[in-house]
């Protein structure tokens, strides 16, 4: 599986987000990670989509849009319709997780299902088949810039087992502290989709990429 690096806007400068999400794009990153966060299922709030719907009109990016939402199937079409190529739902936020994956893929895009650090990853296996994506979460969701939780090593390393097994068609992605000394060990745990928020917007965005993109080509 070809390991992709998928900045989180959430770090972003939103005073400069087009110029900022321009330069992410010219660098060779082909996905966005967009965090939507609520308010109820998670502490903060972030934005939804009249920003997705403007990143949309500009950029040819794939959009992955992570959920940090309470039923989130109440915005499923919406979200479709303003230009996401994925949604992922979290595992302990949905009422009917099948119902909720299945309606994602009725509108046409990858659904994607995120289990948060205290949540074993083999509660999210029987969903499996219907997913593009599963979103190990390695902090607490809610915020950037917080510190890897180690115990979550050892989950990429059950659900690439598991996926592996089971021959399913299912990347699994991973979000909260990846940084330069974190990306190894995430890649070699199975992980291929590298969410990465701060280390991508804080300081040089060019030579950021440059250099997480550096680290994933000496890995593979
Ligand atoms: C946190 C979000 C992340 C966040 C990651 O709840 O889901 O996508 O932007 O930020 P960093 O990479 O700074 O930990
Ligand atoms: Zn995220």
Not at 82 to 100: F, M, Y
Not at 171 to 190: W, Y
Request: aromatic share 8%; charged share 25%; with cysteine.
């Amino acid at each position: 599986m070809a390991v992709e690096l998928c900045p989180s806007i959430l770090s972003a400068d939103f005073w400069r987000l087009g110029e900022q999400v321009r330069t992410v794009s010219e660098n060779g990153v082909r996905i966005l990670h967009f965090d939507v966060m609520d308010g109820d299922f998670v502490p903060s709030i972030s934005f939804g989509m009249p920003v997705l719907a403007s990143i949309r009109k500009e950029t040819d990016m794939f959009l992955d849009v992570h959920m940090m939402v309470r039923e989130p199937v109440r915005y499923v079409a919406e979200m479709v319709k303003k230009g996401a190529d994925s949604i992922t739902v979290h595992l302990e936020a949905c009422q009917d997780v099948r119902k909720t994956l299945q309606t994602i893929r009725d509108c046409g895009v990858s659904a994607g299902l995120s289990v948060k650090p205290g949540t074993p990853v083999e509660e999210a296996f029987p969903f499996l088949d219907l997913c593009s994506i599963f979103l190990i979460m390695t902090v607490e969701p809610g915020f950037g810039g917080q510190k890897y939780i180690e115990s979550c090593t050892e989950k990429i390393r059950k659900a690439k087992d598991y996926i592996d097994a089971n021959g399913l068609d299912c990347v699994i992605q991973v979000d909260g502290g990846i940084f330069e000394e974190t990306l190894p060990i995430v890649v070699k745990a199975g992980a291929s989709w590298l969410v990465e928020g701060s280390a991508v917007f804080n300081g040089d965005i060019v030579r950021n990429i440059e250099l997480a993109k550096e680290q994933i080509r000496s890995l593979s």
